[in-house]
C-alpha cells in the first residue's frame, strides 16, 4: 500500500496572499486542521493550520517560554481582550507570514510506502502531510494525508479481506483469506 492509496486527492488550497481569517473560516467550514499553501503554478509553498494558529494567538512570554522548556503556562494572564487584540493583529495579515518553516514541515510523495508514511506522521507535528511530487526545483502538490485517511485505508483493506502485505499473502505470508475477517452475525 502506498500514499496515493489512501490520499485525498481533492485538496482545498490557500494562496499565499490569503488573509488568516478567511483561512480559519474554510478551515471551519470544511471541518479540517490544515491547508495547503500553493502558488498560481500549483507550486507547494507551505502549510497553514489551526496548530500555528493557536501558537500565534499565545502571548509573545509563552512562546518564548516554551523555548525554555516551561511547561506550566498557568501563571500567565488569561485575559480575552488581549487575546482578541492579538487575533485582530493577525487576521488580516497573509498567511504566507505565518507557515510552518520548510525546515520543520514534513511531506510524503504518492509512492511512500505505509511503513514509511507511518514514521513520518509519528514525527510531524501535524495530524496531516502534504503529498508532493518534486520534479528539479517544482514541488507539485497531488494530495494530502492525514492520520485518518491512513487508519480508514487500513481498517477497509482489512475488513474487505486485501492484504497489506501485497498481493496473495497476508502478514505471515500465508495466503490471503477471500472472505470477510467479520463473522456472518457481524455483519448484519
Do not use: Y
Amino acid at each position: 500500500m502506498t500514499t496515493e492509496s489512501i490520499m485525498t486527492s481533492r485538496v482545498i488550497t490557500l494562496r499565499p496572499d490569503d488573509r488568516v481569517v478567511d483561512a480559519l473560516r474554510t478551515m471551519h467550514q470544511q471541518h479540517v486542521r490544515n491547508l495547503p499553501v500553493v502558488d498560481e503554478n500549483g507550486s507547494f509553498v507551505g502549510l497553514f493550520g489551526v496548530r500555528r494558529l493557536s501558537r500565534l494567538l499565545l502571548p509573545m512570554a509563552a512562546r518564548d517560554l516554551d523555548r525554555h522548556s516551561i511547561p506550566d503556562l498557568g501563571f500567565l494572564p488569561d485575559e480575552t481582550d488581549q487575546l482578541a487584540e492579538r487575533w485582530r493583529e493577525i487576521a488580516s495579515r497573509p498567511v504566507s507570514e505565518f507557515l510552518e518553516k520548510e525546515s520543520k514541515l514534513l511531506f510524503c510523495t504518492p509512492d511512500t510506502s505505509f511503513p514509511q508514511l507511518l514514521g513520518l506522521l509519528e514525527k510531524s507535528k501535524d495530524a496531516s502531510l502534504p503529498v508532493i511530487v518534486v520534479k528539479g526545483k517544482t514541488r507539485k502538490l497531488t494530495g494530502i494525508v492525514s492520520v485518518w485517511d491512513v487508519l480508514e485505508g487500513f481498517v477497509i483493506k482489512l475488513l474487505s479481506g486485501e492484504s497489506m502485505m501485497g498481493a496473495g499473502a497476508d502478514k505471515t505470508g500465508r495466503p490471503d483469506k477471500k472472505e470477510s475477517p467479520l463473522t456472518t452475525d457481524e455483519k448484519r
